[in-house]
């Protein structure tokens, strides 16, 4: 059966937009006559949410009894079965036989797109982490419109938290749609994303040209408001660099322009993780200056609520406050939405997700991941795999991946062929190779070198191998690393020796074997992987008990060990789980071999040997716990660069 989601506000036309308004003004005026509406009788509706909500749950909750549906309700997932470790995923499939719909809203994003995978039935984004929510885009529209008219040519300023405000980024996809102007006023350090942007340039063609603003003032101080404006046909699209003269007439036209509407968000500081809540400076708020100003008489203020402080009472009672009659059309037009998604239902007009150009999934077990630590495909590995957007137009010439999620964006490193299982750095002149092993799903995409050198890939056309340390020479390197280990005169119950999987991982067992020789003692050995799909740490020994007990970060001497450091990138990535897991007394680094090319501030505290290389060598260290029928050894050798002039023939496999 056919059914239709609302994940992002791309999942409907411009049609259907304003189709489901005009729906919406029918039900808001047969709801005036108290005229029963039976649309829905028989039909239940589920509320699933993760996360706080007043207005969006109980407008969904009244629309769907208005069109005499019923609902059942899990207003706080904390107290189901999620707290116990449920999966998104069988959340989603459970409750998919209780209802006929469901409205979701979580904290992660990219979360509802995921449980509508496994949903057999309609399912609605009620907000999702960062990402969006599409609902109160569609009453923030209705309202504008209602307000003002239409909505082509009008101009919004958008303030506040852009940075994770969900409300603002399904907004301004939808005011670019309807050819509406947008400002954005954001506090310091919450702008609007990059990827945010970079979708609105790429798929609705708007620019963005950052003004300083003087005309503003009644609402911050000291800022530099950005103007996104459609770039066809508007003559501001010539412009690619902001130079004085640019400034002067785009200052001159901002002071020309009327602004329509003002939409204030609050600070989303539950999505801070990390970062510094208060900001650096002012926070846009509307208050009496902003009643006050002259040039705002015509100017409505809108708020998807709950305020905080960046909207003071005195708007309330102002005729331009209109964000109580904002909420109260999430009742009509979630009303309109319900019927829609009920009629659309085994409808041969069903829609899938917006055009997505050229997906990806690696075809391989790892691959390259999505930056965003609060993305699904990060989060919830149990119930997702990164899937992409493949975008051919980085700048640069760049390949990029946009997360089908969330919407952030890479960019490519590496990529490998599957069937020669060779790979090299992604570069523009590949771009017509990569199409082609994508559309032969011969295509892997990796974040670095270990990851292709994890699936055993090698680099594309190699010069001659040099052994540069035998296998009686990596045994000597490793006694005196463990030597210098036991100088500092360790307690051997805090140290803690945390190899990186996998060729780390051998070399800190021999490690751990080498100084309980001569400590005559057992000393713990734990593993950590850095592109994990489970656990980032695991301890390997002593491992009597069958199901042994979480590593103990706390206070331990950690020597943390790899065989090759070259960026230190990976070193990078494992401190930082390591300090997500624990607060350790000490981190020291053992590595067998540094080859230096440093791009992070990190020097390892014991080496093996140090081998001056170019960046167009690699080094290769080979053990025999990896590699079958073969000595430990560590060989060096040249990759010589393909001649990308005549590409398939150089990338033929
Ligand atoms: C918004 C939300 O949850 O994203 N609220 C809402 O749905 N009306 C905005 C917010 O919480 O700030």
């Not at 075809?363 to 990060?378: A, D, H, K, M």
């Not at 089908?404 to 599957?418: A, E, M, R």
């Not at 716990?625 to 060096?636: A, H």
Request: aromatic content about 6%.
């Amino acid at each position: 059966m056919g059914k239709r989601d609302l994940i992002t506000i791309a999942d409907l036309s411009d049609q259907e937009i304003v189709g489901l308004f005009d729906l919406a003004d029918t039900m808001l005026a047969r709801d005036r006559t108290g005229l029963e509406l039976k649309i829905c009788a028989g039909k239940i509706m589920a509320t699933l949410f993760y996360e706080p909500s007043t207005r969006t749950r109980l407008s969904f909750e009244s629309a769907m009894q208005r069109l005499g549906g019923s609902v059942i309700s899990s207003p706080d997932m904390k107290s189901s079965s999620a707290a116990k470790g449920e999966s998104i995923a069988d959340t989603a499939r459970v409750v998919s036989s209780y209802a006929d719909i469901m409205v979701i809203r979580h904290y992660w994003d990219g979360a509802v797109q995921a449980m509508a995978e496994y949903a057999d039935i309609p399912v609605i984004n009620a907000g999702d982490g960062s990402h969006e929510h599409p609902t109160q885009t569609l009453c923030d529209l209705y309202t504008l419109r209602k307000e003002k008219g239409q909505l082509k040519g009008l101009t919004v300023v958008i303030c506040g938290d852009l940075k994770h405000g969900r409300t603002i980024h399904s907004l301004v996809y939808a005011l670019a749609r309807f050819g509406v102007h947008v400002i954005t006023l954001a506090a310091n350090g919450m702008e609007l994303p990059q990827y945010v942007i970079e979708k609105l340039e790429s798929e609705h063609h708007y620019s963005l040209v950052p003004v300083a603003s003087d005309d503003l003032q009644a609402v911050v101080t000291e800022t530099d408001a950005i103007y996104l404006t459609p770039s066809q046909p508007h003559q501001l699209a010539l412009f690619t660099q902001v130079d004085a003269d640019v400034q002067n007439r785009l200052s001159r036209m901002l002071s020309g322009i009327k602004f329509d509407a003002f939409y204030v968000t609050r600070k989303q500081k539950e999505r801070m993780k990390g970062e510094n809540t208060g900001g650096n400076g002012s926070y846009p708020k509307i208050g009496e200056r902003f009643l006050k100003e002259k040039r705002f008489k015509d100017t409505v203020v809108m708020h998807p609520l709950p305020r905080v402080d960046e909207l003071s009472r005195e708007v309330d009672k102002d005729r331009r406050g209109i964000y109580f009659k904002q909420a109260a059309y999430g009742v009509p037009v979630r009303m309109a939405l319900l019927k829609f998604l009920f009629d659309a239902l085994g409808s041969e007009k069903t829609r899938t997700t917006q055009k997505r150009a050229t997906l990806y999934e690696s075809p391989e077990p790892i691959g390259s991941q999505c930056l965003n630590g609060n993305c699904v495909t990060r989060t919830e590995n149990a119930s997702t795999r990164p899937r992409f957007e493949v975008l051919f137009t980085g700048p640069g010439g760049g390949l990029i991946l946009r997360c089908l999620y969330c919407d952030h964006q890479h960019k490519v490193q590496f990529i490998g062929h599957t069937n020669s299982r060779r790979y090299c750095p992604y570069d523009i002149t590949l771009a017509e190779t990569v199409r082609e092993w994508l559309k032969n799903r011969e295509l892997a995409i990796f974040d670095s070198i270990k990851q292709a050198e994890e699936l055993a890939y090698e680099p594309y056309k190699s010069g001659p191998q040099r052994t540069i340390m035998d296998e009686a020479e990596i045994r000597e390197a490793i006694r005196q690393m463990s030597e210098q280990i036991l100088e500092e005169r360790e307690d051997p119950d805090r140290l803690l020796i945390l190899g990186i999987r996998t060729k780390g991982v051998f070399l800190a067992k021999r490690i751990a074997e080498e100084i309980e020789r001569r400590q005559n003692r057992k000393i713990e050995v734990g593993e950590i992987e850095i592109y994990g799909s489970g656990d980032d740490l695991r301890r390997l020994s002593p491992s009597e008990d069958p199901e042994p007990l979480p590593l103990n970060l706390k206070d331990r001497a950690v020597i943390l060990v790899d065989d090759v450091i070259h960026t230190g990138m990976t070193v990078k990535s494992a401190l930082s789980i390591i300090f997500k897991a624990g607060r350790p007394k000490s981190v020291r680094l053992a590595v067998l071999v540094d080859r230096g090319h440093r791009e992070v501030p990190v020097k390892p505290n014991f080496v093996g040997k140090h081998i001056p290389s170019s960046e167009r060598e690699r080094v290769r260290v080979k053990l025999r716990e990896v590699e079958q029928d073969e000595r430990d050894k560590v060989v060096i050798y040249s990759i010589i660069s393909p001649d990308f002039s005549n590409q398939r023939s150089a990338l033929s496999p």
